[in-house]
């Protein structure tokens, strides 16, 4: 089925100018592993075709961008499980990818407040033997490079912004963000309408909680009889050491300290080449506590007697943090629909036991290509051929995998040591949630955090957790710091890409019910509420005196693109959209 030409192309805002219009054959959505690999797989796919005598004319291949560069909004751990790799470009030793060092020590560590327990056993799911520490910024970045020399069109700086739709929802490309626009929402001289990407298939490889696929599954249902995902937000730095106490090469997770026992959460401390530590603190974005900062316990978890030895001397030289979709097998959408395909962490692909999705995110990518390579030889873009793509995935290896792990995360919902027990019996039964249910129910992160008075918390100041807790600019790093570090820039003259759909909730109930945990759990300082000296808010501080009214204020400018504000506030009024192509972290070497 080829697209109608006479289709109407129907845009999701009201936004009708007069736009050029491109043609491609297939656009991917976002220049991550799954999508790069996606795309390097569908021409190796069609180069043996043609050379098999098909003849399949010309097929362009587009993959946009939001970032300034391919990987510069790419952050991650990471330990690679290489087998994703290894069936994409089986000589990408001899090609030169970017590899730190091969994995030779697994260590896993119980943390208490003083203590570092070294676990005689590894759990199995943490077995890293054989794998690669890898810069996930880096190997993406060649990705690109071998995709281009491919023939892939790689567009950088270009966002999607809208998904484009035809006649009954069926997908027909996606419109790539403006440029130009003042914070007023008027054109300046510099103005650049967006271009719509005229595509057979479009396939959304947004990684972790992509605007786009976000309003796609919405739109057309993709997730009606799933678990909802949940998810954890990785905060991470880099540090120069100044000498070889960690040689490249170990990896360390550890369990405890700083989390309690209902917050999901662990760290990881890996040795990358150059004398190079990587380390970072995940936290579950379904806390229950609302005075939790994620960024705060990274900071105490590097403040650990353990950590702060191996950081002694040292030089914080990166920051980033990224959500990371962690509800896995039951959580995951429909990836399919007219026109469409998901990719990756957009779909939910990344196994939470293992902290690893770059595996399975470039596995899901060249499933999509052989799909959509059927898809052009048969000229039908229709869920008919697409549905192909998820009976894909079951054939794979990533099935096993994942329906393995498929009731992990939601254990942890009743504290930390019935989760671990419950992880334990998985592996044993084969994924059994307790040993015995094939389905274990999640609910959305946002639903578990619990009002500062349940939490018998009076009013919302920070310190009634976090009193021991110090930024001294050497060990630890309040967020503007850390923020400077991920080098973050946008174009401070656009409209705000943070959409708070009624502020007045936040000067008002969000106040007085969570105490606006945004402002703790963006790790970015983005969300701040200051006194403008207006109003009275109505509320009362625990002496009953009037509360002064606060506004919300959006630094949008420090956003580093990790999606954590979209996931977790609690009234779900916040909305994440692409701002201007280019903008945003750039994590080199992350
Ligand atoms: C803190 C952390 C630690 C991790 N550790 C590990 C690990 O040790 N091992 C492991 O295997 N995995 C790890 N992962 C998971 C792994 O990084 C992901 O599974 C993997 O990166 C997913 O690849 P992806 O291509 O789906 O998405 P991503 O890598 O997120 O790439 C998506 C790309 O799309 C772009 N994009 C998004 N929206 C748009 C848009 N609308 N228009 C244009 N471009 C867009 C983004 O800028 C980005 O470049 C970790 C993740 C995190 C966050």
């Not at 069609?46 to 005598?53: D, F, L, P, Q």
Request: with cysteine; net charge negative.
């Amino acid at each position: 089925m080829q697209p109608e030409e006479d289709t109407e192309v129907i845009a999701e805002t009201t936004n009708y100018m007069e736009r050029e219009s491109l043609e491609m054959d297939v656009v991917f959505v976002g220049a991550g592993p799954a999508n790069l690999s996606g795309a390097l797989h569908l021409t190796q796919l069609i180069e043996k075709a043609k050379s098999e005598g098909a003849d399949l004319g010309e097929i362009q291949i587009a993959v946009i961008e939001k970032g300034s560069s391919v990987g510069a909004h790419i952050l991650s751990g990471a330990v690679m499980d290489p087998k994703g790799l290894a069936e994409l470009v089986p000589d990408f030793l001899e090609k030169g990818a970017p590899l730190e060092s091969e994995v030779k020590e697994d260590q896993f560590l119980y943390l208490t407040p003083k203590r570092a327990i070294r676990s005689p056993l590894n759990p199995p799911p943490l077995n890293n033997h054989g794998y690669y520490i890898v810069s996930l910024n880096r190997l993406t970045a060649w990705l690109g490079e071998q995709c281009e020399a491919a023939g892939v069109n790689i567009f950088p700086e270009f966002p999607g912004a809208e998904m484009l739709y035809g006649e009954n929802d069926r997908v027909v490309g996606v419109r790539t963000g403006d440029k130009g626009i003042d914070k007023d929402g008027k054109q300046k001289a510099n103005y650049e309408p967006g271009v719509d990407l005229l595509a057979k298939v479009t396939v959304l490889g947004e990684g972790v909680r992509g605007s786009l696929t976000k309003k796609l599954i919405q739109r057309l249902g993709l997730d009606k009889g799933r678990e909802p995902q949940v998810y954890s937000l990785g905060v991470k730095e880099l540090w120069e050491l100044p000498d070889d106490r960690y040689p490249a090469g170990r990896v360390t997770h550890t369990l405890g300290f700083p989390s309690d026992q209902w917050t999901y959460g662990g760290g990881w401390i890996y040795g990358m080449q150059n004398r190079v530590l990587n380390l970072g603190y995940v936290t579950g974005l379904d806390y229950r506590d609302p005075l939790i900062d994620p960024h705060a316990e990274f900071q105490k978890f590097k403040s650990h007697p353990f950590v702060a030895k191996l950081l002694e001397g040292g030089k914080m030289i990166r920051y980033g943090a990224k959500a990371i979709a962690a509800g896995g097998w039951h959580a995951m959408p429909k990836m399919y629909a007219d026109g469409v395909l998901i990719v990756g962490d957009s779909a939910g692909f990344l196994n939470a036991a293992r902290l690893k999705g770059i595996h399975s995110a470039i596995k899901s990518g060249m499933l999509a290509a052989e799909t959509i390579f059927d898809a052009l030889l048969e000229s039908d873009y229709s869920s008919k051929t697409l549905i192909e793509y998820e009976h894909r995935v079951k054939r794979s290896w990533i099935t096993p995998e994942l329906r393995r792990y498929r009731n992990f995360h939601a254990g942890f919902r009743h504290g930390r040591w019935l989760g671990m027990a419950n992880a334990g019996l998985q592996y044993i039964t084969g994924g059994r949630a307790w040993g015995i249910l094939d389905r274990d129910q999640q609910e959305p992160g946002h639903e578990a955090m619990q009002r500062l008075s349940a939490y018998g918390y009076h009013g919302d100041d920070a310190s009634q957790k976090y009193k021991d807790l110090r930024f001294d600019g050497q060990l630890t790093f309040n967020k503007v710091t850390d923020v400077y570090h991920a080098a973050v820039a946008h174009n401070e003259d656009q409209p705000a890409h943070l959409h708070v759909l009624d502020t007045n909730v936040c000067s008002t109930r969000c106040a007085e019910e969570y105490g606006n945990p945004c402002q703790r759990f963006c790790p970015a300082a983005v969300y701040e509420m200051v006194e403008t000296g207006a109003q009275t808010s109505g509320l009362h501080d625990v002496n009953g005196s009037p509360k002064p009214r606060r506004e919300l204020q959006i630094n949008f400018s420090n956003c580093v693109h990790c999606k954590t504000c979209d996931i977790m506030d609690p009234y779900q009024i916040i909305n994440w959209v692409t701002p201007e192509g280019g903008g945003g972290p750039d994590y080199k070497g992350m």
